[in-house]
């Protein structure tokens, strides 16, 4: 392989890397601050009249939908994504097609590899529910060192925003790792189905710091206990670069948005 070969590639990944980045804070920031507000909607609705076209695809449907399918796809894995969109593109083509004709595909894939995930039951939550969850993860103080956590999810709104419907649940493919002051583990997936779960997960002590939603792949917020905040804190001040780009963008943009 020659040099300039070599400087191509590497111009390709440094600007594959940017346009993930920009994913961030030009589509996921965005469309969540709409999606924060009581007057947001489903993503999926009904269609009754032409009137209602407009209604319908609007940034929170483009947007949101774009970000939902980021989030499923890293799930999924991308070859997997890939290969159930690839037989739900040569199924229906020339013929109509409906949202659960997707999801099936999806669903028939992970099947395929041994993976039991009704995909058209986890994504439905999030295409015919309006809003999004925040996600708060608390370190359990009763033991140290403790290997589980406590996580409870709710709608998030804005400020004085009322709460039209307290029982929204969502089933929420959370990413979290652990880390310390010069290293961090590999991120693991817990399921979150329920309104407040405890889960085990790796060795931690007085001073770990827990990181959820790796790199902002799913659509929730993120909070966390008092004492963990303030050692992602310490961690950002003293060695930032133990913490990803995309992680630091989502402590930074989940951490206003919370104040807020």
Known sequence: MTISSLGFLHSKNVFLCHEKQRFLTDVLHEVMLLDGLNSSHPISQEVEQAADIDRVFDWIAYKKGAALIRMLANVMGQTLFQKGLNDYLLSHMYSNAARDDLWSKMTQAMRVEGREIDIGQMMDRWTLQMGYPVVTIRKNQSELPTHYITVHQEHFLYGQEVRSNNSLLWQIPLTVAVGNASSVSPESLIWINN??????????????????????????????????????????????????????????????????
């Not at 931690?204 to 792949?217: E, Y």
């Not at 004492?227 to 943009?253: E, F, T, Y």
């Open 195 to 260: 309104k407040t779960e405890t889960h085990r997960i790796g060795q931690m002590d007085d001073s770990t710091w827990l990181l959820g939603n790796i790199n902002q792949t799913g659509y929730f917020r993120v909070n966390y206990d008092l004492q963990n905040w303030k050692l992602l804190i310490q961690q950002l001040h003293n060695n930032p670069q133990i913490i990803s780009v995309g992680n630091r963008a989502g402590l930074i943009d989940d951490a206003f948005n919370l104040a807020r």
